[in-house]
């Protein structure tokens, strides 16, 4: 049996940019990329804090520090300022499920000085 189990999480950012113009996908820092352990083209769900919206989208690597930007048709689902929750999940067998230990980041106001 396979279950699908928390991977990655980064606890409460802000978002910094929204781009409508822009195909879809949230960019973020690589800095909170890797510190969450979630890559390039990884599926996400976004969940804002702020206005209670969810949605699933694909990441991409930013290059600016603090940099958390959501693109496309989900600017209009969220904006500057919302302090949104990026989760991403794991399908693994029952027995691997028990011993993973997701990777959870708490990004500071300015969305970094990462804290586990």
């Known amino acids: 049996m396979l279950i699908q189990i928390l991977k990655s999480k980064i606890h409460r950012v802000k978002i910094t940019q929204a781009n409508i113009d822009y195909i879809g996908?949230?960019?973020?820092?690589?800095?909170?990329?890797?510190?969450?352990?979630?890559?390039?083209?990884?599926?996400?769900?976004?969940?804002?804090?702020?206005?209670?919206?969810?949605?699933e989208t694909y990441v991409i690597e930013g290059e600016q520090k603090g940099e958390v930007c959501i693109n496309g048709p989900a600017a209009l689902k969220m904006k500057v300022g919302d302090?949104?929750?990026?989760?991403?999940?794991a399908i693994l067998n029952k027995?691997?499920?028990?011993?993973?230990?997701?990777?959870?980041?708490f990004p500071n106001e300015l969305n970094n000085s990462i804290q586990q």
């Open 25 to 55: 996908s949230i960019t973020i820092h690589r800095e909170l990329m890797q510190a969450a352990n979630i890559i390039a083209g990884e599926k996400v769900q976004v969940l804002n804090a702020s206005n209670g919206e969810r949605l």
């Open 95 to 105: 027995k691997d499920a028990t011993q993973y230990t997701p990777t959870i980041i």
């Open 83 to 89: 302090i949104v929750i990026v989760i991403s999940y």
